[in-house]
């Protein structure tokens, strides 16, 4: 779930950094929520989530949290219990237009934030649409459920509701096959293809 507690700026009497926040609730719709059911270990699969916001007035900051493409591991003399189950190749938000020092060969994307398996996008219009996408890999086998929470704001006086009133959250499930499905490089085309080569006569 995301951490919405209020961060003070370091200092003493520094102004807190949710002071700009606006405060309230605002509706938000999830319009489409999409995650291969079936999956392989090594293939690329794509999460994809579009909220709109449904409030009569611009939201501060669209915000997810994903809960989470990692499990927890019981292996003693772990530096961090968490193992991945996806590996994120790309997240949501723009890419850098050149890679600096820092980044990895794949930018995770602009829309990272402090707060742990959460993005952000900025503000959000009355009656706009925003995607959220995260292109991953699989690396470990099994069937899994993905959590999603939508949020207005980081800092907590901004809350993202349904229609009905509570909390905009859901849940995708999907089963990772061990082995990587059967591919083929097409003679006539050149292209990889899904599926065993055909034999030859």
Not at 109 to 131: H, I
């Amino acid at each position: 779930m995301l951490a919405l507690g209020a961060v003070l700026a370091a200092g003493c009497g520094a102004a807190r950094q949710d002071a700009r926040e606006a405060k309230g609730e605002f509706s938000v719709h999830v319009l489409t929520a999409t995650f291969p059911a079936r999956q392989s270990i090594a293939k690329p699969a794509i999460f994809e989530l579009r909220v709109e916001n449904t409030a009569k007035r611009a939201l501060p900051n669209i915000a997810v949290t994903l809960d989470s493409f990692s499990s927890a591991s019981s292996f003693p003399r772990l530096a961090s219990s968490q193992r991945p189950i996806w590996v994120i190749e790309e997240g949501p938000g723009a890419q850098p237009s050149t890679p600096v020092e820092s980044e990895s060969v794949s930018p995770p994307g602009g829309g990272q934030t402090a707060y742990v398996n959460t993005w952000a996008l900025g503000p959000l219009a009355p009656e706009s649409t925003q995607t959220f996408e995260w292109h991953v890999v699989p690396v470990k086998s099994g069937t899994y459920t993905i959590h999603y929470t939508i949020a207005a704001g980081l800092a907590g006086k901004a809350k993202a509701v349904s229609s009905s009133g509570g909390a905009v959250t859901g849940a995708l499930t999907a089963s990772i096959a061990a082995k990587p499905g059967a591919r083929h490089v097409n003679p006539a085309t050149g292209r990889v293809e899904p599926g065993e080569s055909p034999k030859q006569p």
